[in-house]
C-alpha cells in the first residue's frame, strides 16, 4: 500500500525567502507525481506534474524534483511571496493496470510573513 | 475554458439522510474521479468513473455511489449519512493517461 508523507506539517518564513518542501513515498512504481496548492476551504490548484521518467519540472518560481529510487521529491520556492501561503499537497499515481487513484500526504502549511 | 464545476458549493444535511453531489469536468475530459477531505488531512479516493463505467473503487463502504453521464458529468451519491461523512467531497478530471488531475472547488458537506 502506497503512503505518502510530508515534512515539515507546517512551515513559517519571511518574505523573499527560498524554501523546499518535502514528499516521500514508500512504492517507487509510481506513474507520476503531481504536486498541488490548497487555499483554505477550497478546492486544489495543480502547480507541476512530473512523469516517472522526468527528474525535475519548472514553472515560474517551481521547481519539483522526482527520485524515484529514494521514493523523494522535493517542491522549490524561490523568493516567497505572501500570496504564496497555503498548503501543499503532493500527490503520487502507482504504476500498473488498473491503478488509477492519486494518493495524498497530509500536506504541508507555508506561512510567508511580509 | 471553464474548468471543474461541482455543485452545490455547500450543504448541510442531517443524519441518516441521502444526498447528492455534482461535478461537470473540464472541456475535453472524459474522465472523473471523487475523493473525500477531512479537516487536516490529505484527500481520500473513493471512486473514479470512465465511459459510464466504475473503473476503480477506493476504501470507501457501499453507502458511496456515483454515475457518470453520456456528457462526462458524474454524481456521487451518500446514503444514510453519518456524522463522519462531514468533509470537502472533490472532484477531478482527466483526458488521457499521461496527463495529472484537473480539480474542482469542492462541496463542504456538514452532516448534523
Known amino acids: 500500500k502506497q503512503e505518502v508523507t510530508q515534512i515539515p506539517a507546517a512551515l513559517s518564513v519571511p518574505e523573499g525567502e527560498n524554501l523546499v518542501l518535502n514528499c516521500s513515498f514508500t512504492?517507487?512504481?509510481?506513474?507520476?507525481l503531481q504536486w498541488f496548492r490548497q487555499d483554505p476551504g477550497k478546492g486544489l490548484t495543480s502547480l507541476l506534474l512530473i512523469q516517472s521518467s522526468q527528474r525535475e519540472q519548472t514553472s515560474g518560481r517551481l521547481n519539483a524534483s522526482l527520485d524515484k529510487s529514494s521514493g523523494r521529491s522535493t517542491l522549490y520556492i524561490a523568493a516567497s511571496q505572501p500570496g504564496d501561503s497555503a498548503t501543499y499537497l503532493c500527490a503520487v499515481r502507482v504504476s500498473g493496470a488498473g491503478s488509477y487513484q492519486l494518493t495524498f500526504g497530509k500536506g504541508t502549511k507555508l506561512s510567508v510573513i511580509p | 475554458d471553464a474548468g471543474v464545476t461541482q455543485s452545490p458549493t455547500h450543504l448541510i444535511k442531517t443524519r441518516g439522510q441521502q444526498v447528492t453531489l455534482r461535478c461537470s469536468p473540464k472541456?475535453?475530459?472524459?474522465?472523473v474521479s471523487w475523493y473525500q477531505q477531512a479537516l487536516g488531512q490529505g484527500p481520500q479516493f473513493i471512486f473514479q468513473?470512465?465511459?459510464?463505467?466504475?473503473?476503480q473503487r477506493g476504501n470507501f463502504p457501499d453507502r458511496f455511489s456515483g454515475h457518470q453521464f453520456p456528457n462526462y458529468s458524474s454524481e456521487l451519491n451518500v446514503n444514510a449519512l453519518l456524522l463522519g461523512d462531514s468533509a470537502l467531497y472533490l472532484c477531478?478530471?482527466?483526458?488521457?493517461?499521461?496527463?495529472?488531475?484537473?480539480f474542482g472547488s469542492g462541496t463542504r458537506l456538514t452532516v448534523v
Open positions: 512504492d517507487s512504481a509510481i506513474y507520476n
Open positions: 468513473y470512465y465511459e459510464e463505467e466504475e473503473r
Open positions: 472541456s475535453g475530459h472524459d474522465t
Open positions: 477531478a478530471s482527466s483526458l488521457a493517461q499521461n496527463y495529472g488531475y484537473t
